[in-house]
């Protein structure tokens, strides 16, 4: 079963487009952590939110926490080639466990 | 400070065989999680340790089995491997706790050993 659902898939877009990536769920979350993945990598991670609400900029990135701490989303202004990649959104329930659920992933392809 | 060292990087098995793959975690960090990505079913998470005790486990069966040392250090073992293991194995490590506290969950992650099954 997969909790966090992320919307688009994929996204092919130019240089310079803007673009907001989403991530769901009907579960409510103690944090949302937002990674990239590069291929034959690990997940870096991007930011943290734990508010509802919250919102963080992160360059020209932006990452929002929904009000209810069950959705974020990420927008990203002036894309560029560099920020091709997998986007993974992971909730955490927090206290005594570090396990994360991830979500479904976004594939995104900045073409020059 | 160094990050999350994983070893082997590259891992290739047959069937029936058994296999383990070792995580070094970032210096100070005590919890070591491990995951398992595919692309039909994403990051799935397989278990987590903290201070050389499994603190949660998903559903994965009884062929996965890990273990933590008091260095922090874990490493994870399939038995009986079956081609479905075919993956990139993911290490986290995190702080986990701060001042006593628990803290918020935020994982760093090694560059993953891809295993596959023959």
């Avoid at chain 1, 734990?50 to 929002?64: A, C, D, H, W, Y």
């Avoid at chain 2, 201070?51 to 273990?67: A, D, L």
């Avoid at chain 2, 560059?111 to 099954?117: A, H, K, M, S």
């Amino acid at each position: 079963t997969q909790l966090l659902e992320q919307s688009p898939q994929f996204l092919s877009i130019q240089e310079g487009e803007n673009l907001t990536v989403y991530c769901n769920s009907s579960s409510v979350f103690s944090s949302l952590q937002w990674y990239r993945q590069e291929p034959g990598e690990g997940p870096v991670l991007l930011v943290t939110v734990v508010t509802g609400g919250e919102v963080k900029k992160l360059k020209r990135l932006t990452f929002q926490f929904g009000d209810a701490r069950k959705d974020s989303s990420l927008h990203i202004t002036a894309a560029q080639p560099g920020d091709t990649g997998l986007y993974l959104c992971a909730g955490g329930r927090g206290g005594a466990t570090n396990k994360l659920i991830f979500g479904t992933g976004t594939l995104l392809a900045v073409q020059p | 400070k160094a990050g999350v060292t994983q070893t082997p990087r590259y891992l290739i098995k047959t069937r029936g065989q058994q296999v383990t793959l070792s995580c070094s975690p970032i210096s100070g960090h005590r919890s070591v999680s491990w995951y398992q990505q595919t692309p039909g079913q994403g990051l799935q998470f397989l278990f987590e340790y903290f201070s050389e005790t499994q603190r949660n486990k998903g559903n994965f069966p009884g062929r996965f089995s890990g273990r933590q040392f008091s260095n922090s250090r874990s490493e994870m073992n399939v038995s009986t491997l079956e081609l479905g293991d075919s993956a990139l194995y993911l290490c986290a490590s995190s702080l986990a706790k701060a001042s006593g506290r628990w803290v918020n969950n935020e994982q760093f992650f090694g560059p993953g050993t891809r295993l596959t099954v023959l």
